[in-house]
């Protein structure tokens, strides 16, 4: 089974109904629901997702949001390697250096984002939530 590690983007595009991005994400959390493949969320997304959605519902709805996530992704640690490896690689966007960092000690096959060109140095690949659907 393809293991994919998510980016914030895609699951905030589900979270928030974000247009025109929402078929194809939610395209991406179906597969992960029906075990199509296996989804992970690098941990440090997990209290970002938490954090924006606090702010925009409220803590109790938050909270509710978070299960949801948690029911269907696994989480891709983050530890003091992985964050001293991206912080000497000087990535341009050190968050995305993280994520790519957990999606390798999660073996992740790939990435899934938005925003490929901002992962242009990961060692896996990074693809789209449509062009990960035509892989699956």
């Given at each position: 089974m393809k293991r994919i590690l998510v980016d914030t983007n895609v699951v905030l595009d589900v979270l928030l109904s974000r247009e025109p991005?929402?078929?194809?994400?939610?395209?991406?959390?179906?597969?992960?629901?029906?075990?199509?493949?296996?989804?992970?969320?690098?941990?440090?997304?997990?209290?970002?997702?938490?954090?924006?959605?606090?702010?925009?519902?409220?803590?109790?709805?938050a909270g509710n949001i978070l299960l949801r996530v948690l029911k269907d992704f696994q989480i891709a640690a983050v530890n003091?390697?992985?964050?001293?490896?991206?912080?000497?690689?000087?990535?341009?966007?050190?968050?995305?250096?993280?994520?790519?960092?957990?999606?390798?000690?999660?073996?992740?096959?790939?990435i899934v984002t938005r925003n490929p060109k901002d992962f242009a140095r990961s060692p896996l690949p990074v693809l789209t939530p449509e062009a990960v659907l035509d892989r699956l």
């Open positions: 991005w929402l078929p194809a994400s939610s395209a991406v959390w179906a597969a992960v629901e029906n075990g199509a493949v296996k989804g992970y969320l690098a941990a440090h997304a997990v209290t970002t997702i938490f954090y924006l959605a606090s702010r925009s519902e409220g803590a109790e709805k003091d390697l992985i964050i001293r490896r991206a912080a000497l690689d000087n990535w341009s966007d050190f968050e995305d250096g993280v994520t790519t960092g957990a999606a390798i000690a999660a073996r992740c096959d790939f």
